[in-house]
Nanobody, 124 residues
Framework: QVQPVESGGGLLQAGGSLTLSCVHS????????MGWFRQAPGKERDFVSAITYDARATYYADSVNGRFTIKRDNAKNTVYLQMNNLRPEDTAVYYCGPIDAATMRSPQQGFSVWGQGTQVTVDS
């Protein structure tokens, strides 16, 4: 399996914006639903957002709905997460990976090669 490469994280004040990027050099990237997850200190990795292979549908966790936007560029094997109006509770390491198309919430079955993630820290 190929490891995704996330980038774009940083330290910012509440109310600010960031755009994360994830390059996943998967030869079937354009055929796969992709998603973002996050893991805060001491907590499990949670679903944040997902996008179908053709970008026709997007899905969000309730906690980010209306503030985050997921997009993809299949020509660049890249998925993005635009985050607006960030809150301290958004502080976490953000990861991307292929999504189980049946649930559009869980990682694809068998996927285990997570990237290093990108740290997002939001100060109040």
């Amino acid at each position: 399996q190929v490891q995704p490469v996330e980038s774009g994280g940083g330290l910012l004040q509440a109310g600010g914006s960031l755009t994360l990027s994830c390059v996943h050099s998967y030869y079937t990237f354009g055929d796969r639903a992709m998603g973002w997850f996050r893991q805060a200190p001491g907590k499990e990795r949670d679903f944040v957002s997902a996008i179908t292979y053709d970008a026709r549908a997007t899905y969000y966790a309730d906690s980010v709905n209306g503030r985050f936007t997921i997009k993809r560029d299949n020509a660049k094997n890249t998925v993005y997460l635009q985050m607006n109006n960030l809150r301290p509770e958004d502080t976490a390491v953000y990861y991307c990976g292929p999504i189980d198309a049946a649930t559009m919430r869980s990682p694809q079955q068998g996927f285990s090669v997570w990237g290093q993630g990108t740290q997002v820290t939001v100060d109040s």
